[in-house]
């Protein structure tokens, strides 16, 4: 049995691989339309404080970060029509399942993103430099879920790594479905611990180590500059 599931194994490794790339793929994508939008609605926010845009804005962040991944993509599913006609063409405009999946996947990353940027504005604001870049972990961080999360766009059929491990215990059998799901979920630990390395290679670059100490130095200078050239009037009065 052992020789039989090694052969599967072996011969079914690139198709799952491949599912694996669909996977990495639509986070890529949900991450990076995300973030685009989770910046404007964190901009809309700190821009239009106390007005009816910034309350807008933040409650549907909110809701964004708080309503389940898997709510979103039924949601988008179900409501974005599977084709439209362009008016006055003969064009029909197919929307396949893995950009419906990308809409779907983003909603908590604008969520994650918005909070997270009006968070670190303002530590920038009261100088605390090094409170602001902790933006690039929290972001890290919903990359990591964000990838985790995208096993479950199977269930709105996209061909991902979940959805040809279950094909390939449909054709091979019920008995490897066990080994089959362990070694599926390998590929999610493995490149969920490739990340993790990258983020920490990145958070200890020397460049982002010195980094809040630059700037501290930096808006120092620049104070220092600007009260050196202003006139003696304005230094007298101010003292």
Known sequence: MVNNFM?????????????????????????????CVGAVFAWIR???????????ARETAKVFRNVPTLAFLFFVVFVFPREFAIPGTDWVVTIPLWVKAIVGMCASVIGFTSESLVVAYHDWKRSDYEASLLFVSTWSNSVTISFLASSTISLIGVGELISRTNTVISV?????????????????????LLWAMIVKRIRRARWL???????????????????????????????
């Open 7 to 35: 052969a599967a194994l072996l011969s079914w490794t690139p198709y799952l691989l491949g599912g694996l790339g669909w996977n990495v793929l639509i986070t890529v994508m949900a991450v990076l339309l995300g973030t």
């Open 46 to 56: 700190i821009s239009k404080d106390g007005g009816v845009l910034g309350l807008i």
């Open 172 to 192: 091979v059998g019920t008995w490897v479905m066990i080994p089959m799901y362990i070694y599926a979920g390998m590929y999610f630990v493995l490149v969920s």
């Open 209 to 239: 180590t010195e980094l809040p100490g630059r700037l501290k130095t930096r808006m120092e200078e620049r104070s220092l500059h600007l009260k050196n050239s202003m006139p003696n009037e304005s230094r007298d009065l101010q003292a």
